[in-house]
């Protein structure tokens, strides 16, 4: 992978993770922990966004590609069960979280497509 694809990976989840840290206080003030549960992935996302940054190690890129598909599968799930399971409730669909999801699929999509290329090499 080059230097110019791991920064577009990076800047993906930077952009991600800020964008949970934008809705947090709307988040906190519905549901405590649904505020910590954003605090916690907008770390992870930078968090990752930094070992893509300054490691060349194929576990950040997997660990950044397999954790956006995850978010994409919560929230889906979240969307579809808010109002049939007592305690959840469907996530506002503002700019900041339609941006945010369109971020993590983008990361979702770019780790499957370079995903089988990563694969035979041990550090890109």
Do not use: C
């Not at 999801?101 to 089988?116: N, P, S």
Request: net charge positive; glycine share 8%; no cysteine.
């Amino acid at each position: 992978m080059s230097n110019n694809q791991r920064y577009f990976l990076a800047s993906v989840l930077i952009g991600a993770g800020i964008l949970h840290f934008v809705v947090l206080s709307e988040r906190l003030a519905a549901s405590i922990p649904t505020g910590i549960l954003f605090i916690l992935l907008g770390v992870m996302q930078i968090v990752l966004a930094g070992g893509l940054l300054f490691s060349k190690q194929n576990f950040w890129f997997y660990a950044a590609g397999y954790s956006s598909a995850f978010l994409l599968i919560l929230f889906v799930a979240n969307q579809l069960a808010a109002g049939h399971v007592q305690g959840l409730a469907a996530e506002h669909l503002g700019i900041a979280t339609v941006a945010r999801k369109i971020l993590e699929i983008t990361a979702a999509v770019f780790f499957r497509v370079y995903r089988d290329r990563i694969a035979t090499s041990r550090i890109y």
